[in-house]
């Protein structure tokens, strides 16, 4: 063998033996924790919308609610990282955490229901988050890979409106989330945003499960006569039109405001109402998951 062909059999024993850098056995032994966590997880459903101001973190309030209600194992993820509310929503506000032998624990809410926020993590509420991408990815890495959410049926992660880091970070690190429930109003000026949110799901093979019209008819506390304030029936045209389920129409009636202001999921304490029946029709489809 001449010493030229000796030279390149050398080098090419040495690139089989070089092994990997240090921060390259770091990503894999994080990516191997972050899976073995969710992988208790049942079902990942993410909570979306185009427009802000369309009720999304009250939909997926009640939604997670709903469901560990109906005896089923709830986690609640606010990657809201500029405006965490669900803290409030769920009368959870200065909750301190508390850690464990397996991580950080998410603080609970009744024995089916458990959340995390960075509103936990706040000292200040008052406290602007100014954060650029990087920084968001790797709170929302440490919520799923670092939480020890234990055996969970669902969860629901409350994102922030648009299209931008936060539900991009979570669906890139989950990689096999059920899909998402997309959040809207029923007037043109929400419905021109929240057909962005579709297209975003397309784009990053997100599953639909279905969109609910919120604030779809407001109800008379008074005479229980329902007035369409922001119209009707533009979410559900707009599904149709778009190829994708539509979950229903929850209507707009004053004790909801009240319940998220007071830290009362409103299904919990007023579970006959229309409101509530409207939201065990939206929950159906996602309780009919089948199990991984």
Request: proline share 7%; hydrophobic share 40%; net charge positive.
């Given at each position: 063998m001449s010493k030229g062909s000796e030279h390149k059999a050398e080098e090419s024993c040495s690139t089989k033996r070089k092994l990997p850098s240090k921060e390259e056995v770091k990503e894999i032994?994080?990516?191997?924790?972050l899976q073995d966590n969710i992988s208790r997880i049942k079902h990942k459903i993410i909570v979306l919308s185009g427009k802000g101001g369309v009720g999304k973190s009250t939909v997926a309030t009640n939604i997670a609610a709903?469901?560990?209600?109906?005896?089923?194992?709830?986690?609640l993820m606010d990657i809201d990282i500029h405006g965490p509310s669900i803290p409030k929503m769920l009368g959870l506000e200065g909750s301190p955490l508390r850690g464990s032998e397996e991580?950080?624990?998410?603080?609970?809410y009744s024995d089916n229901l458990s959340v995390m926020s960075i509103g936990f993590i706040l000292q200040d509420q008052k406290n602007a988050?100014?954060?650029?991408?990087?920084?968001?990815?790797?709170?929302?890495?440490?919520?799923?890979?670092?939480v020890s959410w234990g055996e969970l049926d669902y969860l629901i992660i409350d994102s922030p409106p648009g299209t931008g880091d936060e539900p991009l970070s979570v669906i890139q690190l989950l990689e096999d989330a059920d899909g998402a429930v997309i959040v809207t109003t029923p007037q043109d000026i929400a419905l021109i945003d929240v057909r962005k949110a579709i297209t975003f799901c397309s784009h990053v093979n997100l599953t639909i499960l279905?969109?609910?019209e919120n604030m779809s008819g407001f109800i008379?506390?008074?005479?229980g006569k329902t007035v369409n304030i922001f119209k009707a029936g533009g979410g559900e045209k707009m599904a149709s039109e778009m190829g994708v389920p539509f979950l229903g129409r929850i209507p707009l009636e004053p004790r909801m405001v009240e319940a998220g202001d007071s830290g009362k999921p409103f299904l919990q304490y007023y579970p006959g109402s229309e409101t509530a029946k409207a939201f065990d029709l939206a929950i159906k489809p996602l309780l009919s998951l089948k199990d991984k």
């Open positions: 032994r994080e990516k191997l924790a709903a469901l560990s209600l109906k005896g089923q194992k709830v986690g991580g950080l624990l998410p603080v609970d988050v100014i954060w650029r991408g990087p920084l968001k990815h790797s709170l929302i890495r440490q919520f799923l890979k670092d279905g969109i609910v008379c506390p008074y005479c």
